[in-house]
């Protein structure tokens, strides 16, 4: 049963520290998406990419945010330096074009971030 | 006003019961649509896609109306483990995939 994996599950930083969370895909799926979520403001894109390169960051505050997908099996999330405010659980998503022509996506467990 | 919005609840209902969330986004090129289900401190997790002429599944179906811009949701025989939150997608952009998600309506079902 293919699934998308996230490591770590759970980070306790300080403030001011980076922070690096890794994403490995569903093979075969040309599309991966970061998303933030937190009781105030839901589920919210950061980030995706298609095919590797990068299409959409607008999501992401730039000073502080990175995203990248090294390879086909790897996007990374970085954070520095890290804030309170950066407090959430970071999904990573792979997604692939359906039977019936629809886009759907699936998501890994995520990575509960605390920044104290 | 936000680009999907969802009533947050929490609905809830007992055993058996039928329940129905509705979902209404602004942007009327959406393409597509979608209902995602988010358990307690889990991912979310696709429970079914959204077709214009409106699509079945067991006891859940699925309705869109494009010209009000909204969706709908029937969960009928509802059962403890249909407790969780209910996220309405829209996808922006059929070749891109930019989803946007609702916040999420929350379900219990009691027993």
């Known amino acids: 049963d293919a699934r998308v994996t996230q490591t770590p599950r759970h980070k306790v930083t300080e403030m001011g520290q980076e922070v690096t969370m890794r994403c490995q895909p569903i093979?075969?799926?040309?599309?991966v998406f970061w998303y933030r979520q937190t009781m105030m403001q839901g589920l919210e894109l950061l980030a995706y990419?298609?095919?590797?390169?990068?299409?959409?960051d607008s999501g992401m505050p730039k000073d502080r945010f990175s995203a990248e997908m090294p390879d086909a099996t790897l996007a990374t999330l970085k954070i520095q330096p890290s804030e309170p405010r950066d407090s959430a659980v970071y999904f990573c998503?792979?997604?692939?074009?359906?039977?019936?022509?629809?886009?759907?996506?699936?998501f890994g467990p995520g990575t509960r971030l605390t920044v104290l | 006003r936000k680009e999907v919005e969802q009533d947050p609840g929490p609905f809830n209902v007992p055993e058996g019961a039928t329940v129905a969330f509705n979902c209404t986004y602004s942007?009327?090129?959406?393409?597509?649509f979608f209902w995602y289900r988010q358990d307690c401190r889990k991912e979310p997790k696709l429970l079914m896609s959204?077709?214009?002429s409106g699509n079945e599944d067991g006891r859940f179906t699925a309705q869109l109306n494009r010209a009000s811009q909204y969706i709908s949701l029937l969960i009928r025989d509802s059962k403890l483990s249909d407790s969780a939150t209910y996220l309405c997608?829209?996808?922006?952009?059929?070749?891109?995939?930019?989803?946007?998600f609702g916040p999420g309506t929350r379900l219990s079902v009691l027993p």
């Open positions: 998503a792979s997604g692939r074009r359906s039977g019936t022509g629809y886009n759907e996506q699936f």
């Open positions: 093979l075969g799926h040309n599309t």
């Open positions: 990419f298609r095919n590797r390169a990068p299409l959409d």
């Open positions: 942007n009327s090129a959406s393409q597509s």
């Open positions: 959204v077709y214009s």
């Open positions: 997608v829209v996808n922006r952009d059929n070749y891109g995939q930019n989803f946007v």
